[in-house]
């Protein structure tokens, strides 16, 4: 195994949206329940349980017809909840802040997130 192998954060998205079956949303439970993070570590790896992710915030996201999104800080977690967002619904997300990201910068810093 290589030297440089990264921790393993392990998050859980308990989602149910969009769903007409109950229990859905408890895939990142039995996850969990059938042992994930000590068979990772069996492996050699880090491992951190971080949680589950705040699945309404996504709801909220989702569901607003426009979204404006302040991107003044370096956030991954924003990039990524905003990737999302575009997935599902494109050119309905308006960003500001502070534009100082030089070009051919962002990609690389999305490497450490």
Not at 15 to 44: F, K, T
Not at 64 to 80: G, L, R
């Amino acid at each position: 195994m290589p030297q440089s192998v990264a921790p393993v954060n392990i998050f859980g998205v308990p989602m149910d949206l969009g769903q007409n079956r109950r229990g859905v949303d408890m895939g990142p439970s039995a996850i969990r329940y059938a042992g994930l993070q000590p068979r990772l570590q069996s492996l050699g790896l880090q491992v951190k349980d971080s949680g589950n992710i705040n699945v309404p915030m996504y709801k909220w996201l989702l569901d607003a017809d426009v979204v404006v999104a302040d991107v003044s800080t370096y956030n991954c977690n924003a990039f990524y909840e905003l990737g999302v967002r575009h997935a599902f619904r494109p050119y309905t997300t308006i960003r500001v802040g502070n534009y100082l990201f030089v070009a051919g910068t962002l990609p690389a810093r999305a490497l450490t997130c």
